[in-house]
């Protein structure tokens, strides 16, 4: 069964556009696009009236380019067109990363913006990622990027800038909370909605979320004081939480991964 998941506040003409470019992506490269997912801040739950639509799409290419001895690029990007950023990996890559604990794929397995994709193959790439996920690397990955994130916003200023810092924060905060799972959401409405929050940091966001929902330019002003100690100690807490350990044993999630690819490789 196909996927699509397209709310009707996002820009028609600019969906279009997207598809076009999916449909020129498969022809040009001879791959086959078996998920493209929205994963910026429209899909975070916290687009501003200027965000880019920014589409990211897995592809599985013909099987004579998996056995080939030349190595070709596992990436395919295509220009950057007014507000259209659409970009993808090959589902090689994206399993590795996964594995070393990176938690871009995982993000968009969990996007609920979807331009199309197969349901099983999406069904079966989210049980394979709750499989190999670890949430010590996972958490680890949220905790750096929104580090790099908060300083950033400390050193430039910008209310718009604490979002990206916020939803790393929640994404640890659930993680916490959620101690059998390796896999969070990426909607922060819905990060909100499955922690225990205090009431009055709830509503914080939700007005800021607002603000940045109507308005281009945020300001520079100092992020609210509730936004900044939650985030200030989620990160705090994630340094210790979650274990920074050196290597693990892999085996058994390169199993895991070598089968699934297989299967989509030889479809």
Known sequence: MSLRTVPDSMDPAVVAAV???????????????RLAVESGSRAWGFPSPDSDYDCRFVYVAGLETYLSPWRTRDVIETPLIGLLDVNGWDLAKALRLLV???????????????Y???EAFRTRLREVATEVADRDRIARHYLHLGMRQWALQAQKGGLKKVFYSLRPAMALRWLREHPGAAVAPMHLPTLLDQCDLPVDLVAAIAELTELKSRTREMGTAAPPALIAAFIVDEFERATTEFDSRGPRDLTAARAITDEFFRAEALR
Do not use: F, K, Y
């Not at 598809?19 to 696009?33: I, K, M």
């Not at 070393?100 to 979807?114: C, D, F, K, Q, R």
């Open 116 to 118: 199309r994709g197969d």
């Open 19 to 33: 598809d076009t470019v999916l449909d020129q992506v498969a022809a040009e490269h001879n791959v086959a696009v």
């Open 100 to 114: 070393a604990g990176n938690a871009v794929l995982v993000e968009w397995l969990m996007s609920p913006i979807v």
